[in-house]
């Protein structure tokens, strides 16, 4: 409340007041950023010691303003390495993963063929036979075609299906 009065006189008499403490917004405008960046340089120990005292709405952050204009000076230099964005370009990112990938050796797994496969799912049993789904799980089902449900669904021993094709 002092500050606002303060800075109201200075503003009429043309004089420039300057306080120990600034605000959240105040450290934005001077550092040229948002307050969302504020927050995540004071989060970061970059602002120094953060006090907080009672506003209209609740706690207000201070900013002393020696470690401001500190961090002003660091951020304006051409050689830092505090910027306000660390990250990269996204374009150079999506290159290097791009090449990852390229590069990136697979194993190189051989394919069994369907007729040399010793168990059989449906799909298996349906390419093989050229009967539809319905009809295999109604033969299981029947027990004319032997099956064993081994995870999410049926396998049948390529025997089995043999003896099945024969007795049609």
């Known amino acids: 409340m002092l500050k606002d009065a303060l800075s109201v006189t200075s503003k009429q008499l043309g004089v420039t007041v300057t306080t120990k403490e600034m605000n959240k917004k105040e450290v934005a405008e001077f550092l040229a950023v948002s307050t969302r960046i504020v927050e995540k340089y004071a989060s970061e120990g970059r602002l120094g010691q953060v006090t907080y005292i009672r506003g209209k709405t609740g706690k207000q ?4 303003r020696e470690a401001v204009e500190n961090l002003k000076t660091i951020l304006e230099s051409p050689d830092t390495a505090l910027t306000a964005t660390k990250t990269p370009d996204a374009r150079l990112l999506v290159a290097q993963l791009v090449e990852a990938i390229a590069n990136r050796e697979q194993p190189r797994m051989e394919a069994v ?8 799912n449906l799909t298996d049993c349906r390419l093989l036979t050229g009967l539809s789904d319905a009809n295999l799980r109604d033969a299981i ?9 081994i995870g999410r669904g049926y396998k049948v021993k390529k025997a089995n299906l043999d003896e099945f094709v024969e007795k049609l």
């Open 113 to 120: 063929r369907v007729s040399e496969k010793l168990l059989l």
């Open 61 to 64: 952050a201070e900013y002393a």
């Open 141 to 149: 089902h029947e027990g004319k075609l032997k099956a064993k449900i």
